[in-house]
């Protein structure tokens, strides 16, 4: 038996709340070339044309003996075969295996283990070839612009004194929690978070600018930052006196240049723009760039900030 699932490693999409990428089943087929096209049977008295078997892959990305089979894997004939992925996006190399008895559904032959090493653009792997008269225990090292082989140190042993440099002053919980800030003695800090930091969704319906309201209908505008990313949503409805000066963002939740924010919804739906140029306000602005007054808001953004932790 012949096992195998292919992934699409692809950029996040609205599909999730992360800013991660995303894993999506790959579409296509596995075609397998046998190498010994024709064999001959003595105990039928026949001759064996073996052709090529077209697996393809269900919704989940598993090969599969049919779009409907109620379990992933394929049967083939013993013998030696040239592997193809003929997928809708995205390459994979060919390969070449040998199907022996042993690969039974128990221990299928799987072919993600089957393809070797395929080292990126530019890059050529090196063999290194470990002399055997090397005693058990040695270590391998960089020694200026050769490498050589060094002893262990032994139990208790701190070794050759290191270069002078720089110790930790002070360990403190990190700012919105979940992690810890070094401070070093020459001033410096790092922020390591053992878990991502949220503020959870926050009310700023009293940041809005003057004219703005919330919209009669489910209306709504609240922020959330979690690490790094910002996420925004509003449902909005203009009075008379309203400009395009739609809301105040606080400290710690700032973005900067055009934020894509989906669609205005008024007397006609309309593609618009929130605009921050590293102010604090969001303005309203047609696809064009001109300001865009007179028009409900109803969508979402999302960006990144180098904000601060924002205060409670």
Same mark, same amino acid.
């Given at each position: 038996?012949?096992?195998?699932?292919?992934?699409?490693?692809?950029?996040?999409?609205?599909?999730?709340? $992360?800013?991660?990428?995303?894993?999506?089943?790959?579409?296509?087929?596995?075609?397998?070339?046998?190498?010994?096209?024709?064999?001959?049977?003595?105990?039928?008295?026949?001759?064996?044309?073996?052709?090529?078997?077209?697996?393809?892959?269900?919704?989940?990305?598993?090969?599969?003996?049919?779009?409907? /089979?109620?379990?992933?894997?394929?049967?083939?004939?013993?013998?030696?075969?040239?592997?193809?992925?003929?997928?809708?996006?995205?390459? %994979?190399?060919?390969? &070449?295996?040998?199907?022996?008895?042993?690969? $039974?559904?128990?221990?299928?032959?799987?072919?993600?283990?089957?393809?070797?090493?395929?080292?990126?653009?530019?890059?050529?792997?090196?063999?290194?070839?470990?002399?055997?008269?090397?005693?058990?225990?040695?270590?391998?090292?960089?020694?200026?612009?050769?490498?050589?082989?060094?002893?262990?140190?032994?139990?208790?042993?701190?070794?050759?004194?290191?270069?002078?440099?720089?110790?930790?002053?002070?360990?403190?919980?990190?700012?919105?929690?979940?992690?810890?800030?070094?401070?070093?003695?020459?001033?410096?800090? =790092?922020?390591?978070?053992?878990?991502?930091?949220?503020?959870?969704?926050?009310?700023?319906?009293? =940041?809005?600018?003057?004219?703005?309201?919330?919209?009669?209908?489910?209306?709504? /505008?609240?922020?959330?930052?979690?690490?790094?990313?910002?996420?925004?949503? %509003?449902?909005?409805?203009?009075?008379?006196?309203?400009?395009?000066?739609?809301?105040?963002?606080?400290?710690?939740?700032?973005?900067?240049?055009?934020?894509?924010?989906? &669609?205005?919804?008024?007397?006609?739906?309309?593609?618009? %723009?929130?605009?921050?140029?590293?102010? =604090?306000?969001?303005?309203?602005? /047609?696809?064009?760039?001109?300001?865009?007054?007179?028009?409900?808001?109803?969508?979402?953004?999302?960006?990144?900030?180098?904000?601060?932790?924002?205060?409670?």
């Amino acid at each position: 038996m012949v096992v195998c699932r292919v992934a699409r490693r692809v950029a996040d999409s609205p599909a999730d709340e $992360d800013a991660l990428p995303d894993l999506l089943p790959a579409k296509g087929h596995v075609r397998f070339t046998p190498l010994d096209p024709l064999t001959r049977s003595e105990r039928y008295s026949a001759l064996i044309i073996h052709e090529v078997i077209d697996a393809p892959l269900d919704d989940d990305g598993h090969m599969v003996v049919a779009p409907d /089979a109620d379990k992933p894997g394929i049967w083939l004939p013993l013998g030696a075969y040239r592997v193809e992925f003929v997928l809708d996006k995205g390459r %994979l190399p060919s390969t &070449q295996i040998m199907v022996q008895a042993v690969h $039974d559904e128990g221990a299928p032959l799987d072919l993600a283990h089957a393809i070797e090493y395929q080292p990126p653009a530019g890059v050529k792997p090196l063999t290194l070839l470990v002399p055997a008269d090397i005693p058990d225990g040695k270590f391998l090292t960089k020694q200026g612009d050769r490498i050589g082989w060094v002893e262990p140190f032994a139990k208790g042993d701190s070794g050759p004194a290191g270069p002078a440099g720089v110790g930790i002053e002070t360990i403190e919980p990190a700012p919105g929690g979940g992690g810890i800030t070094v401070t070093l003695t020459d001033g410096t800090q =790092s922020t390591y978070h053992l878990t991502t930091p949220d503020t959870g969704w926050v009310d700023v319906a009293g =940041s809005l600018m003057a004219g703005w309201a919330m919209h009669p209908t489910a209306g709504l /505008a609240r922020i959330r930052r979690v690490g790094d990313t910002v996420h925004l949503e %509003l449902r909005l409805k203009p009075g008379e006196d309203a400009t395009e000066h739609v809301l105040r963002i606080s400290p710690g939740f700032l973005p900067g240049g055009y934020l894509a924010l989906g &669609q205005s919804y008024g007397t006609a739906s309309t593609g618009f %723009l929130l605009t921050a140029s590293g102010t =604090s306000t969001l303005s309203l602005r /047609a696809a064009s760039g001109s300001p865009l007054t007179g028009q409900s808001v109803s969508g979402t953004a999302t960006w990144l900030t180098r904000d601060n932790w924002p205060t409670p």
